[in-house]
């Protein structure tokens, strides 16, 4: 992945995709949307690859104290990416931005989920969009593995507020926000 700081002086220092990257992304997470399962496979596989080697670097990059958004920053564009498809016109894009989640959520190495971090809420917002579209003639497996992924998150966002027990107020309010929808 191609990632390059942006030149601007007010936001010097600030890591953005480049083109390339972008464009690799969005093929990848497309092609958790196809509807030919080999091209499904080859996605989901290309996937774990970005999420393992990501935190690899981010284990590695651990004693050098950068910012969680700097370490995590992979995941946090794969993430944008899927909560863009949940969103999507078809099935298959919705359908390939859950798949997007369910394998962010379920790697075994990111029990941390620190790419989820202020983002549950369009998170949990993008899979009942996805929910709330769910026709009759789909597959009950859509159903469930979109329940199972938005459970994921809410889960995670439930755990992280029992350790705001002494935070700021507008911190805990995003979570407050998340328990009403």
């Known amino acids: 992945m191609e990632v390059a700081r942006d030149p601007d002086p007010e936001t010097a220092g600030r890591r953005m995709l480049t083109i390339y990257s972008n464009a690799f992304m969005e093929t990848v997470l497309e092609g958790l949307a196809s509807p030919i ?48 498809l949940c969103h999507g016109d078809t099935w298959l894009f919705k359908l390939g931005g859950t798949r997007g989640f369910q394998l962010l959520l379920a ?8 790419w989820l971090v202020g983002r549950e809420l369009e998170t949990s917002t993008a899979l009942n ?5 769910v026709q009759p003639d789909q597959p009950e497996s859509v159903t469930t593995n979109t329940k199972e992924a938005a459970l994921v998150c809410v889960k995670s966002a439930i755990d992280q507020l029992a350790q705001l027990e002494n935070t700021e107020p507008q911190f805990k309010q995003r979570f407050d926000i998340l328990s009403v929808h």
């Open 129 to 133: 969009t996805v929910l709330k579209s």
């Open 37 to 84: 399962l080999a091209e499904v496979e080859a996605a989901t596989e290309l996937v774990n690859f970005i999420v393992s080697d990501t935190l690899a670097l981010d284990q590695a990059a651990n004693g050098k104290k950068l910012k969680s958004e700097e370490r995590v920053f992979m995941l946090s564009q794969l993430a944008i990416r899927a909560q863009h």
């Open 107 to 114: 790697h075994p190495d990111a029990q941390e989920r620190s």
